[in-house]
């Protein structure tokens, strides 16, 4: 399950952070297949565009200019593209953008949005319903998991039981669930900056 989480949030940072392009990679794109669709934003100045090339590849460009006019020399370079406005919330809505919990409603892929959700409500589940947990009470649990989002990789990093013996949670357990949510944001958020380098 921690696995499943890693992969939908490492996805997440690929899109949130595409890769800078050109009019001619997304040329590339269109003719080779690998997009068909180009999501744009714009202030009637400046266009910047978004497309998905692959599974794990999001890039993007800044046109200057208006939106009919990078449309069309979108047409005239890479044939046939549908244009869709971009939703600058993911669309996940005000509150999404404000707790990190919500990331998976951003996901582009719904094969791992079903997959992240689904992990995420299993454990929320096991919080609420399981007395036996080694770090933190499940209250605890439970309230860093909706507040960090990062919370849902410590706890399943640090609360899976052994099979021989169960250790009950001692006192300072909120702290030592705090720290290791910090280390377990610390760690993602450099996971994403070597991939991110990486498929850059």
Do not use: K
Request: with cysteine.
């Amino acid at each position: 399950m921690l696995a499943g989480l890693v992969v939908s949030f490492l996805a997440f940072t690929l899109e949130l952070f595409p890769l800078p392009s050109g009019m001619g990679q997304l040329s590339d794109d269109v003719h080779a297949g690998r997009t068909s669709v180009v999501r744009i934003d714009s202030d009637g100045r400046t266009v910047w565009a978004r497309w998905s090339a692959g599974p794990l590849t999001e890039r993007s460009l800044t046109y200057g200019g208006d939106p009919a006019a990078f449309e069309s020399q979108v047409g005239r370079q890479a044939g046939t593209v549908r244009f869709e406005a971009e939703d600058a919330a993911g669309g996940m809505g005000g509150l999404g953008l404000l707790l990190l919990s919500a990331y998976p409603l951003a996901l582009g892929s719904l094969w791992l949005r079903i997959l992240a959700c689904g992990i995420g409500l299993a454990v929320v589940v096991r919080c609420l319903t399981d007395a036996r947990h080694r770090v933190a009470t499940g209250p605890a649990w439970l309230l860093i998991c909706l507040l960090t989002g990062f919370g849902f990789f410590a706890y399943l990093w640090t609360e899976p039981e052994p099979l021989l013996r169960h250790r009950p949670a001692g006192p300072g357990g909120s702290l030592r669930a705090l720290l290791a949510t910090a280390t377990a944001a610390l760690l993602l958020a450099a996971s994403g900056w070597l991939l991110r380098s990486a498929v850059g």
